[in-house]
């Protein structure tokens, strides 16, 4: 099925162990992006890639990073995870935003403790 | 990209039209109005953009004023399923390419 495939759904990790979430979509699209949203609140923008082999920051980078290496992924990593990382994590890739909007992942419930 | 106003929540029984506001005064000519909505637990769903023109889609309608400083998203009726969180957006035209930048939102809550 096409879409935005976010794995894992749930992980707990202890403080200070590192983890990568993975993202891959199959619509061949050249935009994708990285967002976490804490209880009550909406999105807030992680790190975003324009292409294969081009990232860069959003709102919210501190203690990730993010490489593309190809279209298809876009994988998130947690350094040394903190309690404060505990979030619901959503991928999102479009291929022209103003002709059809983004496609979200179902998202990965990460809680550290 | 300009910023948004939404009232934190609304309420709408089920089969009537559902009239979502958003305020975006400092919109600027080339920026696009978006809506998106989440439904609890889910990823975030495109619903629909215009630039100033009244735009329809399957899902909804959306009216933008004539200066363009207002928005409403219209569900013309209404179900369970439309319970969710509505999210208004303004970006520039063209600008999809750096991730999206998220409000509050609105907390449509349809009554049975």
């Known amino acids: 099925n096409a879409g935005v495939t976010q794995t894992p759904k749930f992980q707990v990790l202890k403080t200070g162990q590192s983890m990568t979430l993975q993202c891959a979509q199959d619509?061949?699209?050249?935009?994708m992006s990285w967002y976490r949203q804490d209880p009550g609140m909406g999105l807030r923008l992680i790190h975003y890639?324009?292409?294969?082999?081009?990232?860069d920051q959003g709102e919210v980078p501190n203690g990730y990073n993010v490489s593309r290496s190809t279209t298809e992924d876009f994988p998130l990593r947690l350094l040394s995870a903190a309690p404060s990382q505990t979030s619901v994590y959503f991928c999102?890739?479009?291929?022209?935003?103003?002709?059809?909007?983004?496609?979200f992942g179902s998202g990965t419930r990460l809680t550290v403790v | 990209d300009a910023k948004t106003t939404q009232p934190p929540s609304m309420d709408c029984a089920e089969g009537r039209a559902a009239n979502l506001p958003c305020n975006h005064s400092t919109i600027s000519g080339n920026e696009y109005v978006y809506w998106y909505r989440q439904i609890h637990s889910q990823g975030p769903q495109y619903i629909i953009h215009g630039l100033k023109n009244n735009e329809t889609n399957e899902m909804a309608s959306l009216i933008i004023t004539e200066d363009r400083k207002s928005s409403t998203l219209i569900l013309p009726h209404a179900t369970l399923r439309d319970t969710a969180v509505y999210y208004c957006i303004v970006r520039v035209e063209g600008g999809g390419a750096d991730g999206l930048t998220f409000g509050k939102g609105t907390h449509l809550i349809i009554q049975p």
């Open positions: 890639s324009v292409g294969a082999g081009i990232t």
């Open positions: 999102a890739s479009s291929y022209s935003e103003t002709q059809y909007g983004y496609t």
């Open positions: 619509m061949n699209h050249e935009y």
